[in-house]
């Protein structure tokens, strides 16, 4: 079974750009969550998506959206793009709700910001 | 509101030493608790995980972990460690999302 795929893998933007990254789930996995990494915070919960709904969002401001398409495939934009939004963005898909289900993580994207 | 502290930022360790990496929680509902290992530029592989039952929980690479409820640990160790086990281990634990803590960096020298 092919694992978490996450395209792009590597990205350079500038700032006040917007950027789309995309996420395909495990096969069978209902639940996508996307995740921040970064030296200074750590690992940080951007948002959950169930059936291609949100379940749960973090403490990310609006800048910071997503979505989920019928086939469980996600993704996260980022508009208005800042320096601090330079980070590693993880992808984990589960198969049911992340409250009751292991996650498993796809490879992330590298998103730079300059 | 849960949190999770991971009790050394960077653990050095010979090869074939043990090692044990420490991990504490706080949560106001029963949780489901996880170790993640990430090695450079890649994303987080799951280790092991404890949901339910017995307290000591075995997972890959000859890693184990022990629940304990009282001292809300999740301590995991491993007897005896390889070079390829130098990577970032996170301890998270899961009530209504999944809440990691800072990682610890795992350094083994030869």
């Known amino acids: 079974k092919a694992g978490v795929t996450q395209t792009p893998r590597y990205l350079i933007k500038t700032r006040g750009q917007q950027v789309t990254l995309s996420c395909s789930p495990i096969?069978?996995?209902?639940?996508v969550s996307w995740y921040q990494q970064t030296p200074g915070q750590g690992l940080q919960f951007l948002f959950e998506y169930f059936s291609e709904t949100q379940r749960n969002k973090g403490n990310f401001p609006g800048r910071f959206s997503g979505r989920q398409f019928s086939n469980s495939r996600s993704e996260m934009n980022v508009s208005t793009l800042e320096l601090g939004d330079s980070a590693l963005y993880l992808c984990a898909s589960s198969l049911g709700w992340v409250s009751s289900h292991e996650q498993y993580f796809g490879p992330g994207t590298r998103l730079t910001v300059t | 509101a849960q949190s999770v502290t991971q009790l050394d930022s960077q653990v050095p360790v010979f090869e074939e030493a043990p090692v044990e990496l420490r991990c504490n929680y706080s949560?106001?509902?029963?949780?489901?608790l996880f170790w993640y290992v990430q090695y450079p530029n890649q994303g987080l592989q799951l280790l092991l995980k404890?949901?339910?039952?017995?307290?000591l929980v075995k997972g890959i690479n000859g890693f184990e972990a022990e629940f304990n409820k009282s001292q809300t640990s999740f301590h995991l160790r491993k007897p005896s460690v390889h070079i390829s086990d130098t990577a970032e281990y996170f301890c998270a634990v899961s009530g209504e999302r999944l809440t990691f803590g800072e990682g610890t960096q795992l350094t083994v020298n030869p």
């Open positions: 949560s106001s509902v029963s949780v489901y």
């Open positions: 096969s069978g996995h209902r639940s």
């Open positions: 404890y949901l339910s039952g017995s307290t």
